[in-house]
T-cell receptor, first 115, second 118 residues
Framework: NAGVTQTPKFRVLKTGQSMTLLCAQD?????MYWYRQDPGMGLRLIHY???????AKGEVPDGYNVSRLKKQNFLLGLESAAPSQTSVYFC??????????????FGDGTRLSIL | AQTVTQSQPEMSVQEAETVTLSCTYD???????LFWYKQPPSRQMILVIR??????QNATENRFSVNFQKAAKSFSLKISDSQLGDAAMYFC???????????????FGKGTKLSVIP
């Protein structure tokens, strides 16, 4: 009963390095999201996807890119990491139907530190 | 754009007592959903309770209940008989019910850190 799985759970990067965070869900959800959580800021939406091959910007998209090549996976990339991107990153997913208010299912988060 | 405000950064409650966490929101929509999520030190995001805006009746889940005041745009969470395991960060969140919105992203408040005193 995996749900939403995020890889890796922790990572330390140097400024300017690149990396990709992987989110995988096994619930056949259409919608997937990437949020970042900073102290005193709550969770803010970075990018989201409403289906395979489609992505869109959220509230704080600068410095990130995403891809959804397969329905079950949603990748978040940092091309040139900056200290301001030090954060905890959460992936979430839910079904598309609006008639039932599908709650979002969250992964356990990735703690990313940029030195 | 919708906004969610949690005006209490930190709160504390004595074990077995009752505590209420406040949340207000701003929206021009008439149909939407509201959620409370709990985040313990393990960092997991755990859904506590949810409310549909078009329902008058306040949602309850065991020791957790909400006071939903649509006209005032207020959505407070009441925790009764507080337990040590209730200590966590609590987030209030808003989601549109409009199917043409393009996605069902959540808009979060900044959170309230709840401490439970033995």
């Amino acid at each position: 009963n995996a749900g939403v799985t995020q890889t890796p759970k922790f990572r330390v990067l140097k400024t300017g390095q690149s990396m990709t965070l992987l989110c995988a869900q096994d619930m056949n959800h259409e919608y997937m999201y990437w949020y970042r959580q900073d102290p005193g800021m709550g969770l803010r939406l970075i990018h989201y996807s409403v289906g395979e091959g489609t992505t869109a910007k959220g509230e704080v998209p600068d410095g990130y890119n995403v891809s959804r090549l397969k329905k079950q996976n949603f990748l978040l990339g940092l091309e040139s990491a900056a200290p301001s991107q030090t954060s905890v990153y959460f992936c979430a997913s839910n079904h598309r139907q609006a008639s039932d208010f599908q709650p979002q299912h969250f992964g356990d988060g990735t703690r990313l530190s940029i030195l | 754009a919708q906004t969610v405000t949690q005006s209490q950064p930190e709160m504390s409650v004595q074990e077995a007592e009752t505590v209420t966490l406040s949340c207000t929101y701003d929206t021009s929509e008439s149909d939407y959903y509201l959620f409370w999520y709990k985040q313990p030190p393990s960092r997991q995001m755990i859904l506590v309770i949810r409310q549909e805006a078009y329902k008058q009746q306040n949602a309850t889940e065991n020791r957790f209940s909400v006071n939903f005041q649509k006209a005032a745009k207020s959505f407070s969470l009441k925790i009764s008989d507080s337990q040590l395991g209730d200590a966590a960060m609590y987030f209030c969140a808003y989601r549109t019910a409009y199917s043409g919105a393009g996605s069902y992203q959540l808009t979060f408040g900044k959170g309230t850190k709840l401490s439970v005193i033995p």
